[in-house]
């Protein structure tokens, strides 16, 4: 079983401290590819599914006055919910609909034997207050796994019952996977319809096995459409996972009755060869998003492009359709390291420390379209530890992994950071993963970073799980919910919230699912969010929770670059850059706090450190004496409180 191996992470805001840095400890990312090739079917271990819980106080800034968590349903098992590039919530906010399409098994929907391979939805018509759930038709025959699912409208349709489920996956039988099932069904279930599309009718390809396809995400839009972008590998391939190629699903909804009919369309991007293994490249995960009319789709696939590349720099290559997924266009390479958040913040080769390659993995990634048909992903950005193509992948261990939206532009694109993760990934090697009763790996998590949107597409709403004591528990062994939000009209934007810490569902929301897109209420815009409860083992009955409370008002977007936990409102470069002897720079703060500046070198060693005591709030200008120090590239990090920014300086 191939496992996907994540950087070592760190939260707060986009730089922190190098103190510690360690340039020679390194961790590599792993392409993604499915996790499960065949798993005995669930225990069947009961949980209580009485719901909902108990309404508890939330004292968060910007979160509403209560929290709420209500179960909505149960799986046989946690592979259901395992991915969080799978969509299993999607939202319909005109009609109110939440709906949550998951595994069966459990205390809700049939019992043993089959009951992983039925499909369920569990869905809301009152924003979320209240919750139904449904069985979805599928051919028990064969074992249908990780359902994606999202809400599919007819035109002038105001009866959320009425409203259909496209939902599909993959499905597989005795140990090999065979295909997509393809599905729809109205919530009134009077109209249902499945489709079985083997491989081999998708592709023409010959025999499917040992070719494996990439978790189904599935995109709903306006237009009575659905997509899903799937990625065919060959994983008996040793020792690398061979990317062959992708396909895009399009779904659309028949003239006169409420099922999809299904057509499928070959993209195939071509990435640089790992030399020492010809047959491989460097490809390492893959996304789509789609405008809310369905007229503009992304398809994009993180790796090394084989004819242009920056650097042998991983980033994403992004096709574009403008008609409806039947044809697509590669775009241009861009080359990230000229976006200067980007080029000024990541750590440098370990061989060439004057050259900085943007390292974009998508290990944890997401994607949707804003109301200019812009592509936005959100996803972290840290600098390749190698550009050497045998070793793409690589990165510092230590280097922070910040977050930015990648968004395209008229003329290419450009970032902005907006967080830091502060924890690392829960591998499967972690004390804390959970473990199977079979004889595969146990299971880690990561930190489900989602992006959700306003229906059009002007605020967009970036969503993850951190841990907030790091000393005590260095992994995303308790996670707490997260969001940002910013404005894509004025450049306004909120603060990073955490909107669970220091309530009853602190430190206890794991294998989060958001929203596709949010419901408004006036100037309040709720985010929908779900969490699971898992048994002791990964095949143990699992509980789903609808999370009710995670919003932001309108009140709480803002100009600048402030963050009220970080507290630095600004630093600049400083100046001259390079030099020698002296230089300054200019610390801007929000308010008063107890300022210092540490200066370490390539390699993280402490060489200087001014300690300025309690400084009051506004603008202050810091000389910097270099003439003890040997040439070469220092950094000097600015702490303010418990916020910290770091920028590089150049010795000569």
């Excluded at 209240?130 to 074992?143: K, N």
């Excluded at 992304?298 to 574009?320: H, Q, R, W």
């Excluded at 810490?501 to 709720?526: I, K, S």
Aim: proline letters at 4%; glycine letters at 8%; aromatic letters at 10%.
């Amino acid at each position: 079983m191939k496992k996907l191996v994540l950087v070592t992470l760190a939260l707060g805001v986009c730089i922190a401290s190098f103190a510690q840095k360690n340039m020679r400890s390194i961790t590599k990312v792993s392409p993604r590819g499915i996790v499960e090739k065949s798993i005995a079917e669930p225990n069947q271990v009961a949980l209580n599914a009485n719901g909902p819980v108990k309404i508890i106080n939330s004292n968060m800034k910007g979160g509403k006055s209560t929290l709420n968590k209500t179960v909505i349903g149960t799986s046989g098992n946690m592979l259901t919910v395992q991915m969080s590039d799978i969509r299993c919530l999607s939202v319909w906010p005109d009609l109110n609909l939440v709906a949550f399409t998951h595994r069966s098994g459990g205390s809700h929907g049939p019992t043993p034997v089959t009951a992983a391979n039925y499909q369920r939805v569990s869905f809301s018509i009152d924003g979320g207050s209240t919750f139904r759930d449904s069985l979805l038709t599928s051919d028990q025959t064969w074992a249908n796994r990780y359902p994606s699912g999202v809400v599919v409208n007819r035109t002038g349709n105001t009866n959320a019952m009425h409203a259909s489920i496209a939902f599909g996956g993959p499905y597989h039988l005795a140990g090999a996977w065979k295909g997509h099932y393809l599905s729809s069904q109205r919530l009134d279930n009077s109209i249902s319809h499945y489709n079985y599309l083997p491989w081999t009718v998708l592709t023409g390809v010959g025999t499917s096995y040992p070719y494996q396809v990439s978790i189904l995400n599935m995109a709903g839009c306006s237009d009575m459409t659905a997509h899903g972008l799937t990625v065919y590998w060959d994983e008996t391939a040793t020792p690398n996972i061979i990317f062959k190629y992708a396909e895009m699903l399009n779904g659309s909804m028949a003239a006169s009755v409420d099922t999809l009919d299904w057509t499928h369309v070959l993209i195939n991007p071509k990435f640089a060869h790992i030399p020492s293994d010809p047959t491989a490249v460097n490809y390492l995960n893959a996304g789509q998003a789609w405008s809310e009319d369905g007229s503009i789709g992304y398809a994009y696939f993180f790796g090394i492009d084989s004819l242009v590349n920056f650097n042998n720099s991983c980033e994403p290559i992004v096709y574009k359709s403008t008609d409806k997924g039947a044809t697509w266009t590669k775009m241009p390479i861009f080359d990230f390291s000229t976006i200067s958040s980007i080029g000024d913040s990541i750590w440098p080769l370990y061989a060439n420390q004057t050259t900085y390659v943007p390292g974009i993995f998508g290990s944890e990634q997401s994607g949707t379209v804003d109301a200019n048909g812009d592509l936005h992903i959100v996803t972290e950005v840290v600098g390749q530890y190698t550009n050497n193509l045998d070793s793409i992948g690589y990165s510092y261990t230590n280097e922070p992994k910040k977050l930015y939206d990648l968004h395209t532009t008229s003329t290419g694109w450009d970032a902005t950071c907006f967080a830091t993760f502060k924890s690392a990934t829960v591998l499967y090697t972690d004390a804390n993963a959970l473990p199977t009763t079979g004889t595969g790996n146990a299971m880690g998590w990561d930190h489900r970073l989602n992006l959700s949107r306003t229906v059009d597409g002007t605020k967009l709403f970036a969503v993850w799980t951190d841990v907030v004591d790091t000393a005590t528990y260095p992994n995303n062994a308790l996670p707490d919910v997260i969001a940002y939000s910013w404005d894509i009209t004025n450049g306004h934007h909120t603060t990073v919230k955490n909107f669970t810490t220091m309530t009853a569902y602190d430190g206890d929301n794991y294998w989060m699912h958001v929203g596709d897109r949010v419901l408004e209420n006036g100037t309040e815009f709720d985010i929908p969010v779900t969490t699971t409860l898992t048994g002791s083992y990964q095949e143990d009955t699992c509980q789903h929770f609808y999370l009710s409370g995670i919003y932001f008002n309108a009140a709480d977007y803002t100009t600048g670059i402030i963050d009220p936990v970080n507290n630095i409102s600004s630093v600049s470069q400083n100046y001259p850059n390079p030099f020698n002897g002296t230089t300054s720079f200019s610390v801007s703060l929000v308010k008063s706090a107890d300022l210092s500046v540490i200066v370490t070198n390539i390699v993280g060693q402490k060489v200087s450190e001014i300690n300025m005591g309690t400084v009051t709030a506004g603008s202050h200008t810091i000389n910097l004496d270099a003439t003890k120090l040997t040439s070469g590239i220092y950094f000097y990090t600015v702490k303010a409180g418990e916020g910290s920014v770091t920028k590089k300086m150049i010795v000569e």
